[in-house]
């Protein structure tokens, strides 16, 4: 069974950094690429960062590119997000997700497995 288990969310004010990580289980973690989402009350689950196989392909969305960093430790099956500069409009509930491609996607329907979500909250 496939378990994903964000953590890392919590309060922060606007300038501030969080660093979030994903604990993988269940699948051969370094076959499957990695990736970031976040959902926001009211709007729909938005990509924000993914990562290859190896880690040294990388994606972002244009919204979080230069403050949000991706990376992967396959020794240790998780991945993390490293966030600085944080804004208010980066409150959300950040999922990661994995799938067994070597290249990851953009679209939530790409990824078949989702962990339960870690909330950050940035205040202004």
């Known amino acids: 069974q496939v378990q994903l288990v964000e953590s890392g969310g919590g309060w922060v004010q606007a300038g501030g950094s969080l660093r979030l990580s994903c604990a993988a289980s269940?699948?051969?973690?370094?076959?499957?690429?990695m990736g970031w989402f976040r959902q926001a009350p009211g709007k729909e689950r938005e990509f924000v960062a993914a990562?290859?196989?190896?880690?040294?392909?990388?994606y972002y969305a244009d919204s979080v590119k230069g403050r949000f960093t991706i990376s992967r430790d396959n020794a240790k099956n998780t991945v993390y997000l490293q966030m600085n500069s944080l804004k208010p409009e980066d409150t959300a509930v950040y999922y990661c997700?994995?799938?067994?491609?070597?290249?990851?996607?953009?679209?939530?329907?790409?990824?078949?497995?989702w962990g339960q979500g870690t909330q950050v909250t940035v205040s202004s």
């Open positions: 269940g699948l051969t973690f370094s076959t499957n690429a």
């Open positions: 997700a994995a799938v067994p491609r070597v290249v990851p996607g953009t679209s939530t329907g790409g990824y078949p497995y």
């Open positions: 990562i290859g196989w190896t880690g040294r392909s990388t």
